[in-house]
């Protein structure tokens, strides 16, 4: 259509353009499509948007606008507010969880934070809705000053358009450098026009001036149109711009925009106050303009529509800048009071937005006002019960600038340094903010010492300096009902964390005195955390109800912090797996970098726990390379133990000491015993899958004494099966008893199906031969146990290796090879080849179902080995000249032939071929 003759905006050398965008809108119409225009400043981007919009509502397309503010690039969601206002009457026809999710993240309603996914989601289907009635084009100019939170819905929504007759235009400048990341969308380059375009466009507009003018003008332009057009507009016959020699050197952009600040100034008053309120408002919403700049808001503008800087929607309701550099240049050519009285008028107007309202308020106010900053304040809290992490501490700070009072300062700047690290991730910008407070007697404010403390530990592992702030703090402050804000709270859970890590008893001690002082909390609290690190049998049945209770309510939970908090609690008490959906929101949505850390650890857990070892160790590869990049060493060290403990389990040594050995030269400096724990536990563990029980002892005795499960040291309980195996196993028969007699008596068995599995499996490992059986019995019958597979396993090869001991090899044959299979199954090769050895000490081979390896072929037997070495299908096939899929034949055939069913027993049935054809039976 538009090589046919469209060219409603008189458009010159943009045939290509408008051909490849007239095409965009067919497909956008029928399956949805996206594409971004990108380009320098003026070159024809916003001309092409309105071009595009302009054949969209004549092909029957709906058509909503948005465009970046550059005053607004510090409000979550202020980019999408402009789209979705005009789909009220589609908003209410979602569901309530949707509609709710999208009201709270504009600011729009009260509730529960959403999830960055839940916002994503909800704006995509609020747009779908909308176009099903009619084809819907979403055109956004200015992306690259859109704020954080509405890129990501733009992006979001870009990608996720298939099939929904929804059309994304967007435009960016070529230069631009920020967040806005547009991977995989189509991109169209709209570059300057050439000199024969250039000088069409000059000759067609301005036909009253010389050729040599013209020549002049579009030779100083460089082919930018906008340029190219005020420059003419400002030039007289004579070549003079306004009377004076024309003088471009400066480059376009900046000319275009002095030529604007020009035009500006002089509108009248009344039109220029109305303009400065629409640019500092941001959505151009008639309604907030007439509140705040009086009635007559339209006839006020009309000397500005008329001089094509600004156009009214012909519903009245929206005024939009004909371009962005109009903006800057009304905003440029108004004074500071112009501005602080703008936007004193703006907060009022946004009375019933809280968040806008503190924005404003916060820029029309140039002196300390405590009633100011507690608005500020107050919006910052509210962002981040969005999620808006960044937003809320930038409020934070400038509530910290309005407080007359020095200790409200120091507290609100030390809040923001808290959230930025936190909550955020941003390290450089939380040590930032600590600068400004430290210059004071800041040290002594709970806030204060709490951000410095939570600093000095994550970064640097210092849990001295952290302790001895905290402490101190904690020690000093007033009675909780005098304290704002959680900051007790604050405090005491980065306490626990600093105790926790260090493991020693000088931090505990004092910590635990801390708590004995204070009331019962629910189980996401500092209070109860250090309670439940303190001591695990401790928990009680009403905790763990009330525990479980909130588990179940973190579907609808988006508040990062509250969601990292209960899974802290949950993995001490194996509840993981309920909290992995909201954990998994966390880390997807990217709004909350520090948590998601955090929430990497808690799903690297997970998966080892339940088996899924790859996916554990992948996870914390990805925990330690963020914590590398992002400076938080101290979680990085949790990574490493991770995928230690992963490592162990699957036989895998020497990356198994690798890890450990990461940990105790970064712990053990560093006095964080509790890391060093992890690190014996993991060691402990790859020991006794190597059946070197001596070296397991070592490290298992390295965590607590037999007999004895010290308070705050978790791991004593975690790592008690393989103290007692590694007794047991190396003749310290006596130690292996008490131990096993403290964990039963610890009482953790009612905890979870795991430790219950534990402690009963420790029990009959040291039992007496009478009741051996029984007792075994007992733990493999316990409900529940089947979601811990390893546990299982090792459960039937204790089980086995005494009754082979006791000389009932029938009896061990049937537990073995259980624990062999389970191991097989896991991918556990050194538990697995300890449970196969004791199988072939009980006298049983592997065996075939028809001729052990006489029935197999040359080149089957070939295929096999390779194939045991580790080789995929596609590598054989190459090595053997054969095809991968005669290769899966061949192993098709030899798997019921050496009698397994996994690739992964192929090893140890090859090795128990005869070396003679013969079938060797039980």
Sequence with gaps: MAGGGF?????????????????????????????????DPGVGKTALLDATAELAVAKGTRVIRGSGVEYETDISFAGLHQLVIPLSRELGRLPPPMREA???????????????????????????EAAREQPLLLVVDDLHVVDHASRSAVGFVARRLGGRRIGLLGALRAESSGPFQPTGLPELEVVPLNDANALRLLSRRFAHLPRRVLLTVAREAQGNPLAL????????????????????????????????GARVARLPHRTRDLLLLAALEGSGDMRVL???????????????????????????????????????????????????????RLA??????????????????????????????SAAWSGLRRGDADGATARLRRAAELSPDQAARRRRLSQAAYVAAWVAGHLEISHEIMREVQGGPAARSLSAAAAAGFLVLVTEGDADTAHALLIKAIEQAPVPSELSRGELETALFTLTLASQYSGRQEHWRPLADV?????????????????????????????????????????????????????????????LPGCREAVSRVIRDGGAVGSSMPGLMFLALDDLYVGRWQSSADAAAELIALCEETGYRLFGQVGHYVAAMAAAQRGDLDVCHDHCEDIWGWSGPRGLRRLENCAHQAAARAALGAADFETAFRHATAICAPGVLPPFNPEAVWSAPDLVEAAVRSGRHAEARRHADALRDAGVGRLSSRFALSSATVTAMTSAPEVMARCFEEALGL??????????GRAHLAYGERLRRQGLNRDAREQLAAARSRFEELGARSWEARAAAELRA???????????????????????????????????????????????????????????????ALRDALEALPPQPRADRL
Excluded at 108 to 127: K, M, Q, T
Excluded at 354 to 364: C, M, Q, S, T, V
Excluded at 855 to 874: C, D, F, H, I, K
């Design 348 to 377: 009022d107007a946004l009375a019933d937005q809280p968040e806008r309202r503190g924005d404003h308020l916060a820029k029309a106010t140039t002196v300390p006002d405590e009633a100011v900053a507690a608005v500020v304040e």
């Design 7 to 39: 060219d409603l905006t008189g458009l010159v050398g943009r045939d290509h353009e408008l051909a490849e965008l007239a095409t965009f809108l067919d497909t956008a119409g029928t399956d949805g499509a996206a594409i971004l225009l990108t380009g």
């Design 842 to 904: 009980t006298g049983m081979t592997r065996t075939a179902r028809g001729a052990a390896g006489a029935s197999l072929t040359p080149q089957e037997l070939e295929v096999a080995r390779l194939a045991a070495a580790g080789l995929s299908n596609p590598q054989i096939a190459s090595r053997l000249f054969l095809s991968p899929r005669t290769v899966s034949s061949h192993l098709y055939r030899v798997f019921p032939k050496l009698g397994i069913t996994s690739r992964a």
């Design 229 to 260: 057009l005020e420059f003419a507009g400002s030039t007289t016959v004579s070549g003079d711009r306004h009377g004076k020699r024309a003088e471009w050197a400066s480059g376009p952009g900046r000319d275009v925009l002095a030529l604007y």
């Design 290 to 344: 007439e509140a705040a700049g009086g009635p007559g808001g339209i006839e006020g503008l009309a000397p500005a529509e008329r001089d094509h800087l600004v156009k009214v929607a012909d519903n009245g309701r929206v005024v939009r800048f004909r371009h962005p550099l109009v903006r800057s240049a009304v905003v440029d050519g108004s004074t500071g009071e112009q501005r602080r009285s703008a936007h004193r």
């Design 102 to 128: 999208v009201e709270v993240a504009l600011g729009l309603g009260a509730g529960p934070a959403p999830s960055r996914i839940a916002v994503l989601n909800a704006a995509l289907s609020l747009f779908g």
């Design 783 to 792: 409900p529940g146990i089947e979601q811990w597979p390893f546990e299982v």
């Design 515 to 575: 708590l004995a002082r204070l009331p019962e909390a629910s189980p996401a609290a500092a209070v109860s955390l250090g309670r439940i690190h303190h001591d695990l049998g401790s928990v009680t049945d009403d905790m763990l109800r009330r525990l479980d209770e909130e588990i179940s309510q973190l579907r609808s939970q988006t508040d990062a912090d509250v969601v990292i908090r209960t899974a802290l609690a949950a993995s001490y008490l194996d509840r």
